[in-house]
């Protein structure tokens, strides 16, 4: 039924515009000619023509089959818990507060003599002493160093018998003709020169 009537309804609007569009062609007067004017007035184009709106097609509503009935499923509610009264607790104590101490006045301890510093101890001025002449100082004499022991001279040993320049020296000995070590004296202590402040 409702597709019927939608279908009957877009028929009716599109009878009456289509009817509504002539109509208005026709009671219109001619359009009268004028001259035209020296300036002419920009050219005014002519509106276009009215068309009839074009029909849209809606297709008709799907109709879905009623669904079978399913009684409704039941809210399952759970029962309320009851809470167990809460235990009696005993009254707490009052607690008075213990009378304030009171604490016994000080003592009154004697006034603190007031100290006098005592006078500043004067110095007597140092004694007048003559200055201490200055002695010069001994002229800086170099250290006597001992006498300068001469070497004795180099002996050069006798070459034994059977050796002479050209033969191989002797094995398992030194050779003969190396001379002896230098025997130097020992060197004389440093002597700090003395000093007179």
Do not use: C, W
Not at 106 to 125: A, D, G, S
Not at 169 to 185: A, M, T
């Amino acid at each position: 039924m409702t597709t019927h009537l939608l279908v009957l309804f877009l028929a009716v609007v599109v009878l009456t515009t289509l009817s509504g569009a002539t109509n208005q062609y026709e009671h219109e007067p001619p359009a009268i000619v004028k001259k035209p004017p020296l300036n002419p007035p920009p050219i005014v184009k002519p509106p276009s023509e009215h068309k009839p709106p074009t029909p849209i097609y809606k297709p008709p509503p799907v109709v879905k089959p009623p669904s079978e009935y399913k009684p409704p499923t039941p809210i399952y509610k759970p029962p309320p818990i009851v809470k167990p009264p809460p235990e009696q607790k005993p009254p707490t104590p009052v607690y008075h507060k213990p009378p304030p101490i009171v604490k016994p006045p000080p003592e009154q301890k004697p006034p603190t003599p007031v100290y006098h510093k005592p006078p500043p101890i004067v110095k007597p001025p140092p004694e007048h002493k003559p200055p201490t002449p200055v002695q010069p100082k001994p002229e800086h004499k170099p250290p006597t160093l001992p006498p300068i022991v001469e070497a004795p001279p180099k002996h050069f040993p006798s070459p034994p018998y059977g050796h002479y320049p050209g033969h191989p020296p002797v094995e398992k000995g030194e050779d003969p003709h190396k001379p002896p070590r230098k025997v130097l004296p020992p060197p004389a202590p440093y002597k700090k020169p003395p000093t007179n402040a």
